[in-house]
């Protein structure tokens, strides 16, 4: 018997966003076009987002992964009005990663207001990639209204 | 508030229908595939849709479109509107993945609750992108937004019955675009229901007008509805001049094929479209499957080209009779 | 016509370089084969195992180098070059707010800093106030906050304006920040005449690269040549422009795209201002440039050397300079930010001293040298220290700044020289006939060839095609090396709170009929295409602040938004 639900491999979805002011898009650009090339839909929404923004489009592109690209030091203070607004909609079963120059001291931090990682500096792609569908998959498996 | 992964699909609609955003996405993501979900979603969605104005908007690379539609935006709220937009991504089909950017330059309105913004990506199997545009309409429509836009670039013979499927098209160009223009031309070029010169700043935006006005006059463009006269607009997306202008035209065109008629026809015709494309691709899917799951068999008769044309034909003629005692849930 | 090689010597050397290449050669790799197949440097240019005679058989010495001072300039704008004067040693510093700056700059001069520069916080950088929305979280952090001509006192007091120079990384606020700069000056006593440094001021590089822009490029460009003609006519010793590669490398270009992409900057600022009924050589000599110094050595140094040949030619022949000044492209530098890494942080100061060497060699005019703490935050003074001096070191104890252009007559240099400039033109033709940088800046050309380049390195980086030590080769796990990296510490939030103050208590206390006026009338002459100088410096002086100038012009010119480009 043959199933109607002809089983495509799923796509996963992450947005790829710049917060905060600065302008260094390199690596939110490279990491956008490596996630591509493994294979994920990727939303990329620019340079200067707040996190409102960010937050407003992952829900509306309903992305597995948020990954967040930080070059000018505020991390801190960004990412936890991101990880607030999450909360506040009940939306933060959305793993969420950063990247960008973040000293190593601010990791624990960043981990402790609920990042699912943070990417250092020299980080390779494949393993950014490999966490990202890793995160994708437990998020995907833990919703039950599919069918 | 119970974790969204524990809802089940009613209470998944009744929360997106009560205007939350997540529960929105995650709708639309179900959608994409329409056979995945059981059809009483489907049609607890479409009861309610039929009412909004389907606005297509296409131009060539290079026009302004996506500022264009973000000044759009702002005036259609200002009048109280509420706006969706499906950004159709001419990303390249080349890799398994897609890089969606189109809504980078409407981000500015990604907090206003109401505005949604959808990227679909144009990749993937025929006929599919098209398929999730249409589905895509027939939630915002039951969700409420009264004005939904489909951004295209406008080439492709899929993205061409999109348009086809708006009830009103909108051309976007700019000053000295006429070879571009003339590319156009065998795609949506002739039945815009309103021309945009958009950079109307520029140097040549009169020849480019007069060039655009001509072929109006003359009936080369335009063909979409004897009842409309088809408008000629300029703007500058970028100083946000000309907009209020487009805004007016749109409602006025929305105005107007209320009163023919027309508004109904096009929404039977979208949902035609969508018939058709479902079938369509609930079959390629299937055939796709079958002929997957007999690589071996395929494989040796193409070794053994004895027949070959005999073997293919019986081959089909077994696959079809297969799906046509599918039972599709 | 003065080659350096007649045909019969270059026809024996290139029998021997045969015979070598068949009976020594073979021998030695079969024993040690090479350790990769084929040697590229960063820009992905071929590198050969042995550079002769033979590469450069046509080279006409007085055609392609010249003399110091002399044209084409390529090995260098002075005659005596470091000889007579060491170049700028100007470090880049910034931070908090005009207090802590204040500091940290006075400590740079006392340790023998010999020019300012100033970085300046991303809300200034964009020309919004600290009390802005998207400003929160954001004030003192990258750089300095100066959001009115009182911040600007209070960094400068105690630093006599007419004595030291200044350079200003910023770039559409580049006008208001001058104005502030200008009006503390004033305040100071000093005269006009005295005041001396440099506005970055280069509107395209924000488009291609550095992503700090506001206007559209059309203002962008018009807002840009405005204080260039304003400053040639009233500040005769400040640099209105510099004219940007560094940022363009960052941003994943290659050296050849960064040489051309900034002289193709160069040359549509030019054409602007002659488009303005200037003449070429009343500006021309206050035109400056700047270089990013990245880790391929040979590389970077032929790319100076290319540099000032290619302007040098552009002015003369495109332009039709007179004055020699008018050819001269005078420099800075920047070792390269991402060329230093987080692993092993150390590492960053042998790299940093390369890339220094490679910018003296080069003949740059003034430098600045990245602290090796910067992959982590704005450097320390522990770092900054180390920094200026591994310039010191080269300067005053490695000799290398004691003779001319040194590498001149290196097969392998002057080879490489060529090659950069070849691909350099190659570049410039093909943004020539997409009609001029801002056009081509407008169709994206430059923006997807630069996206293109960081994806193809970080490819290779990947693939260890390239090389980075501790990265991707050497590679450690010791994370309290990195730990015990001794990071600037300062209260962010308190710096902000006290930006937020200051600023609402000059809104409070200014004379607001002065203040309408001065935007009011600013606004006019942006809708008129009147010089906006003269009016944001009345705006600066009647205590209008940077975000209420900027708004007055984004009014009027509107804001950018870039098209997505990957």
């Known amino acids: 018997m043959l199933s109607p639900q002809y089983t495509k491999e799923k796509q996963y979805k992450v947005l790829v966003a710049k917060l905060g002011i600065d302008g260094h898009d390199r690596g939110a650009k490279v990491i956008a076009r490596a996630l591509r090339d493994f294979g994920f839909d990727v939303i990329y929404t620019g340079i200067r987002q707040t996190p409102e923004q960010i937050i407003s489009a992952a829900l509306q592109e309903d992305v597995d992964v948020i990954g967040i690209s930080i070059l000018s030091g505020s991390h801190i203070y960004h990412m936890k009005k991101l990880m607030e607004g999450l909360r506040s909609l009940g939306a933060d079963d959305i793993p969420v990663v950063i990247g960008g120059t973040i000293p190593i001291i601010d990791v624990e931090e960043l981990r402790r207001i609920g990042i699912r990682e943070v990417f250092l500096p020299g980080e390779s792609l494949r393993r950014i990639a490999d966490v990202v569908r890793e995160l994708a998959k437990e998020k995907r498996e833990k919703e039950s209204y599919r069918g | 508030m119970p974790s969204f992964s524990q809802l089940n699909l009613e209470e998944l609609l009744n929360r997106a229908s009560s205007g939350n955003l997540r529960a929105m996405g995650k709708v639309l993501s179900l959608l994409e595939n329409p056979y995945e979900i059981p059809k009483n979603l489907l049609e607890s969605l479409a009861k309610r849709s039929g009412n909004s104005q389907v606005i297509g908007i296409t131009g060539i690379p290079g026009s302004g479109k996506s500022t264009l539609i973000s000044r ?31 809504r980078l330059r409407m981000q500015e309105h990604a907090t206003d609750p109401g505005v949604f913004i959808r990227s679909v990506s144009s990749k993937g199997l025929k006929g599919g992108l098209s398929l999730a545009a249409l589905t895509m309409i027939e939630a915002f429509d039951a969700f409420g937004y009264d004005k939904i836009i489909i951004e295209t670039v406008g080439v492709g013979q899929s993205e061409v019955d999109i348009m086809k499927a708006a009830h009103t098209i909108i051309v976007v160009t700019m000053p000295g675009a006429g070879d571009d223009i003339q590319a156009l031309k065998a795609g949506v070029m ?129 696959v079809c009779s297969e799906i046509d005692n599918l039972d599709v849930n | 016509m003065t080659y350096l090689y007649d045909k019969r010597s270059i026809n024996e050397i290139k029998d021997s370089l045969e015979r070598w290449e068949k009976e020594v050669l073979p021998v030695w790799l079969d024993r040690v084969p090479e350790r990769s197949e084929g040697f590229t440097t960063l820009s992905d240019i071929p590198v050969k195992r042995l550079y002769t005679p033979y590469d450069i058989q046509d ?86 906050s100066v959001p009115t001509i009182e911040d600007m006192k209070i960094m400068f007091s105690g630093i006599n304006m007419g004595e030291v ?107 602007q201002l002659i488009s303005r009924g200037l003449d070429v050589d009343d500006f021309a000599s206050r035109l400056s440039f700047f270089w990013d110094s990245h880790i391929n050595f040979f590389e970077e140094i032929a790319k100076f050397r290319a540099a000032r040949r290619m302007w040098a030619t552009i002015m003369k022949e495109w332009f039709n300079a007179k004055k020699s000044r ?86 392998y240099v002057e080879w490489l020289t060529d090659e950069i400039e070849n691909r350099a033109w190659d570049y410039i033709d093909r943004i020539e006939r997409l009609g001029g940088m801002l056009e081509a800046v407008k169709k994206g050309y430059p923006q997807r060839e630069v996206t293109e380049a960081s994806y193809t390195y970080q490819r290779y980086v990947e693939e260890k095609k390239k090389y980075i030590v501790g990265v991707n080769i050497f ?45 009011s009338e600013l606004r006019k002459a942006a809708e008129k295409d009147i010089n906006i100088m003269p009016y944001i410096l009345e705006a600066a002086k009647a205590r209008a602040t940077l975000g209420e100038i900027m708004n007055t012009l984004k009014e009027v010119f509107g804001t950018y938004v870039e098209p997505p480009i990957y």
């Open chain 2, 72 to 102: 759009l935006i702002t005036s259609l709220r200002r009048n109280g509107h509420k706006v969706a937009i499906v950004a159709i991504d001419p990303s390249s089909p080349i890799s398994k993945g897609a890089l969606l950017g189109d």
């Open chain 2, 190 to 318: 002739e039945i815009g229901d309103i021309y945009v010169l958009n950079k109307e700043d520029k140097e040549e935006s009169r020849k480019t007008y007069e060039y655009l006005l001509f072929a109006l006059e003359k009936g080369d463009i335009g063909l979409s509805d004897s009842s409309w006269r088809p408008r000629l607009l300029k703007t500058s997306a970028i100083m946000g001049k000309g907009i209020d202008d487009l805004a007016i035209s749109i409602n006025d065109h929305y105005d107007h094929i209320k009163k023919t008629g027309r508004f109904f026809e096009k929404v039977i015709s979208r949902r035609t479209l969508m018939m058709k494309l479902l079938a369509e691709q609930l079959l390629i899917e299937n055939v796709e499957k079958i002929y997957d799951g007999m690589q071996d068999k395929l494989n040796a008769v193409a070794r053994n080209a004895d027949k070959i044309f005999i073997a293919s034909i019986e081959i089909a003629k077994r």
């Open chain 3, 59 to 144: 080279f006409d010495y007085n055609k392609k180098l010249g003399f110091p001072g002399t044209h084409p300039y390529t090995r260098g704008i002075h005659a005596t070059m470091y000889r007579a004067r060491l170049w700028t040693m100007r470090m880049f510093s910034g931070f908090g707010g005009p207090e802590e700056t204040n500091k940290r700059l006075k400590f740079l001069i006392e340790h023998g800093e010999t020019g300012l520069s100033l970085a300046f916080d991303y809300p200034t950088l964009l020309g919004i106030d600290p009390d802005d929305s998207m400003a929160q979280g954001e004030v003192g952090i990258v750089g300095v």
């Open chain 3, 165 to 271: 120079t200044t350079n200003m990384t910023i770039n559409p606020p580049a006008p208001v920040l001058l104005s502030f700069y200008v009006g503390t000056a004033e305040e100071q006593g000093v005269d006009y005449s005295r005041i001396g440094g440099t506005t970055q001021n280069d509107p395209l590089k924000e488009f291609i690269a550095q992503k700090s822009y506001v206007f559209p490029p059309e203002p962008a460009v018009r807002v840009g040549m405005d204080l260039i003609e304003w400053s040639v006519k009233n500040l005769p010793k400040w640099n209105p422009i510099s004219i940007s590669g560094y940022h363009i490398r960052e941003a994943g270009s290659t050296a050849v795209q960064e040489l051309a992409f900034t002289i193709a900057d160069g040359i549509e600022y030019v054409r």
């Open chain 3, 326 to 411: 008018s050819m001269w492209m005078r420099f800075h530098t920047q070792t390269a930010g991402v060329s230093l890494t987080a692993q092993q942080p150390w590492n960053n100061i042998i790299r940093t001293a390369i890339e220094a060497m490679a910018a003296v060699l080069g003949g740059t005019q003034s430098l600045h040298t990245n602290s090796f703490d910067e992959p982590f935050r704005v450097p320390s003074e522990f770092a900054a220290k180390i920094a200026l001096r591994t310039q010191q070191i080269i300067a005053y104890e490695s000799g290398i700044a004691d003779t001319i252009d040194p590498l001149a007559g290196s097969y």
């Open chain 3, 475 to 519: 590679e450690d796990r010791e994370i309290d090396e990195i730990r015990n990296v001794p990071l600037l510490e300062y209260n962010q939030e308190e710096i902000e709170r006290r930006q937020k103050e200051r600023i609402s208590k000059i809104r409070a206390s200014r004379n607001l009929e002065r203040w309408e006026r001065s935007l």
